[in-house]
């Protein structure tokens, strides 16, 4: 792979060298231009160091996919800061949560998330609104050199419980995987143009869409919450040419309205995130003459680990490992398993990140020495060399792409009055994949209505996280150890 450097290693310099005039980001028909962005950065970077911000110093981020999300990554980053983004569409208790987890120097809130000033004293943090400032009253800021290996990103993965696990990605993993999407054959070309569908808040939105195609200098439009019907239609307005998505997405589009040629000038289309349904490929295909590449990363990997592009598709593999990668399937004792048979799946390569954050037990359990990264997920490799997910080792459920991870939800409903145990489960669903089942043991055997469950869920969590079905039981399983048994509940 060429890893020619476009931005040099501290990210902050991704926006330096791109034409003032050409379009960088685009958002409810309004153009931004790589100068005015870069301009917008500056006049914030210079709020930021009024502010204290510096080197090391952590920054929440919560926007939605947003003008205002670029600019406050960028004027972070320029300052030398560690940036945690957060969904905006999250509840106060949620939220607060997941900021005593990361505990922010400051919280950035902007567009969608420019609620966050109006709550400053629950989250206890300075907070600050990104507005649409392009020029600063007082003297330039210079932008704070940072080393390849320091942090960029540190970005919650795991339920927010009394072991949340924050993974630290390197200014380093993050532009690696970058260089990966751009020189790939069928990377990102000067004439492409990206939809940035997927939330930034998590990596493959970040990472792999808006981050990469900004690094390539073509721009992004970005859509504020993804609706098949508007999506289709920005596609065919903006002749997009590169769409990622997770399954949930990809199922709505084969359904939309709209006409068969939409995504006529698509050339390249991938799904993340969790498996894409076979139907789904083959309705996409005949409807609209798009094939849906599948590809496979986490968090821990910077969104990369294998991908469909520039070879034959097939369906249901996640594609081949992507040069530079390192990917073995071994065994329970850590041995390589013959081609097609099941195991973990282990891999290594610059994108994989240095640990969790303040977690070196955590970090030891799933990373190597000499960097070998133990995914949690089970796979195979077929005689071609082509990737399949079997299954994953994690509780972890997948809603329309985004990690439910059951401990969060767990530690949620137990606070609810009547509730004295729950065990939260993932059970298959058409329109997002899997969808949230809770178990609940009633204190003192009395009753309690679903509704008052949804409502409390509701006020505590994220949509996609909340139970859509409540089953109540007299006994939860437990193993000897008092551990909860989550397997023998699932469906």
Request: hydrophobic share 45%; with cysteine; aromatic share 6%.
């Amino acid at each position: 792979m060429d890893n020619t450097d476009t931005g040099g290693m501290n990210l902050a310099r991704l926006l330096d060298d791109k034409e003032a005039a050409a379009t960088a980001l685009i958002r409810d028909g309004k153009a931004v231009s790589f100068g005015q962005l870069r301009s917008r950065v500056a006049a914030l970077r210079a709020e930021l160091s009024n502010r204290g911000v510096g080197p090391d110093s952590r920054v929440a981020l919560v926007a939605g996919n947003d003008i205002e999300f670029v600019v406050g990554l960028f004027a972070a980053w320029d300052r030398g800061a560690v940036v945690s983004p957060l969904l905006p569409s999250s509840p106060v208790p949620e939220l607060q949560r997941k900021l005593e987890a990361l505990r922010p120097d400051l919280i950035l809130g902007g567009g969608a998330g420019a609620w966050v000033a109006e709550q400053a004293e629950a989250f206890g943090a300075s907070v600050l609104v990104v507005d649409e400032q392009e020029k600063g009253d007082g003297p330039e800021v210079a932008v704070i050199d940072r080393a390849g290996s320091d942090t960029a990103l540190a970005m919650l993965t795991s339920g927010i419980t009394s072991d949340p696990k924050v993974v630290v990605l390197s200014h380093d993993n993050l532009r690696w995987a970058q260089e990966a999407v751009v020189t790939h054959a069928d990377g990102i070309k000067a004439d492409d143009v990206v939809l940035g569908a997927l939330p930034l808040s998590h990596i493959f939105g970040l990472n792999v869409v808006l981050l990469a195609a900004l690094r390539a200098g073509v721009p992004v439009v970005l859509q504020p919450r993804f609706d098949e019907v508007e999506c289709l239609r920005l596609i065919a307005h903006h002749k997009i040419t590169i769409l990622a998505g997770a399954p949930p997405m990809w199922r709505r589009l084969a359904l939309a309205e709209g006409p068969n040629d939409a995504m006529a000038t698509i050339r390249r289309a991938t799904s993340g995130a969790a498996a894409l349904p076979t139907e789904v490929y083959e309705v996409i295909k005949a409807r609209f003459g798009v094939e849906v590449g599948q590809g496979y990363g986490l968090t821990e990997t910077s969104s990369l680990v294998s991908w469909s592009l520039g070879a034959e598709i097939k369906p249901t593999s996640v594609g081949r490992p992507i040069e530079g990668v390192d990917v073995v399937i071994v065994d329970e004792d850590g041995a390589p398993v013959n081609i097609g048979d099941v195991g973990e799946i282990v891999v290594r390569s610059p994108a994989v990140f240095g640990g969790y954050q303040n977690a070196d037990e955590a970090t030891d359990a799933v990373l190597s020495d000499d960097g070998w990264f133990w995914t949690g997920d089970l796979g195979i490799f077929d005689d071609d060399g082509y990737l399949y997910i079997v299954d994953r080792a994690k509780d972890i459920v997948i809603v329309s792409g985004f990690n439910v991870y059951p401990g969060e939800v767990e530690s949620v409903l137990v606070t609810h009055p009547d509730v004295a145990g729950a065990v939260v489960v993932g059970e298959l669903a058409e329109t997002t994949g899997e969808t949230v089942v809770a178990y609940i043991n009633v204190a003192g055997g009395g009753q309690v209505a679903d509704s008052s469950l949804a409502q409390f869920a509701r006020e505590h969590l994220s949509e996609y996280k909340c139970p859509t079905s409540y089953r109540f039981v007299d006994e939860l399983p437990m193993a000897p150890t008092g551990k909860l048994i989550r397997r023998k509940l699932r469906q």
